[in-house]
């Protein structure tokens, strides 16, 4: 049976992992509402207004920033040229190496991962919910009864950063035959500002690979656009916009009835660079589960970070 033993052992960072306890999951959740509530002042959420200036406005300032970069670039490239031509030679010998190194490195999310749980691309099926008939929430036994080929996943939670900002979301993946899936999410976040409220709605639509598996994990990547529905502000900031996206996320069973989840975003949002990166760690029992966790956005220079608190439901 492949677990979160193996994966642990197999990437190197720990010599002995003893199974997670009850009591080392609530040490963990008071500490990160302790760190929460203590660095709430840093953490607090700047005004959806700034959110909308930088999605509107930040392509003005990178292109100017590139203008400047450029000219400098010019000059020294014109001064340069003779010296770099003498050691084209030596570079290209140590090209080779180089790029073996850079290629494991940027592909390792994605092999390391299949390596340690063994994934030789042997077929699997979903349970009919987590701990069912099994150790995680897969199985490799065509045998077993409860288990099917597809499965789809709701979450809904909400969110607060200790502030005038707070947050809705909704999440579903849905993931089935040949490994193919959807992943989308949508986010309301609105703010109470002198008695009225602001709203902005952001999201994506990705379609995703189940690329590592096994009955406790499954990793997922995949490709799609981010999107922000808006109807501006006063000052003629905001609007619908949309970007790129990319997405990373994992699945962790360790052991019933927990349920650990991670998920990284990276892409465009009109003119602005997007991060988003949400952990969360919960209970599941036949199909239904609640789960706490941390969700952070950065959008441009608009950061967030928010304690969210969710329900959900598998099958």
């Not at 509530?37 to 607090?44: Q, V």
């Not at 990166?277 to 029992?285: A, C, E, K």
Request: with cysteine; aromatic share 12%; glycine share 12%.
């Amino acid at each position: 049976m492949r677990g979160h033993r193996e994966l642990l052992g197999a990437i190197g960072l720990f010599g002995n992992v003893q199974p997670m306890r009850f009591n080392d999951l609530t040490t963990a959740f008071i500490l990160t509402i302790c760190l929460l509530l203590c660095g709430h002042s840093r953490l607090s959420a700047q005004s959806l207004d700034f959110l909308r200036a930088e999605v509107s406005d930040s392509g003005a300032r990178v292109s100017q920033s590139k203008k400047t970069s450029r000219s400098e670039h010019d000059d020294c490239h014109t001064s340069g040229r003779s010296a770099l031509s003498g050691g084209l030679d030596d570079e290209c010998d140590c090209k080779s190496p180089i790029s073996m190194i850079a290629a494991a490195v940027l592909t390792s999310p994605f092999t390391v991962p299949r390596m340690a749980l063994g994934d030789q691309g042997d077929s699997a099926a979903y349970l009919d919910f987590p701990y069912n008939c099994g150790a995680g929430s897969m199985t490799f036994d065509p045998t077993v009864p409860q288990s099917q080929d597809a499965m789809a996943d709701f979450q809904f939670d909400f969110g607060t950063s200790f502030g005038q900002l707070f947050q809705t979301h909704a999440r579903m993946v849905l993931d089935g035959l040949w490994r193919l899936g959807i992943d989308t999410e949508f986010y309301d976040r609105f703010e109470n500002r002198s008695g009225n409220k602001d709203h902005l709605a952001t999201g994506d639509l990705n379609v995703v690979y189940r690329f590592a598996q096994s009955e406790k994990w499954q990793f997922r990547a995949g490709l799609g656009i981010n999107w922000m529905l808006d109807q501006g502000n006063s000052a003629g900031k905001g609007g619908d916009q949309i970007g790129f996206n990319m997405t990373y996320s994992a699945d962790w069973f360790p052991s019933d009835p927990i349920r650990c989840t991670s998920a990284i975003d990276a892409g465009t949002l009109g003119d602005a660079g997007l991060f988003h990166f949400r952990n969360t760690i919960g209970v599941t029992r036949r199909g239904w589960g609640a789960f706490t966790g941390h969700d952070y956005v950065r959008i441009g220079d608009f950061k967030n970070h928010a304690w969210i608190n969710g329900v959900e439901y598998r099958y």
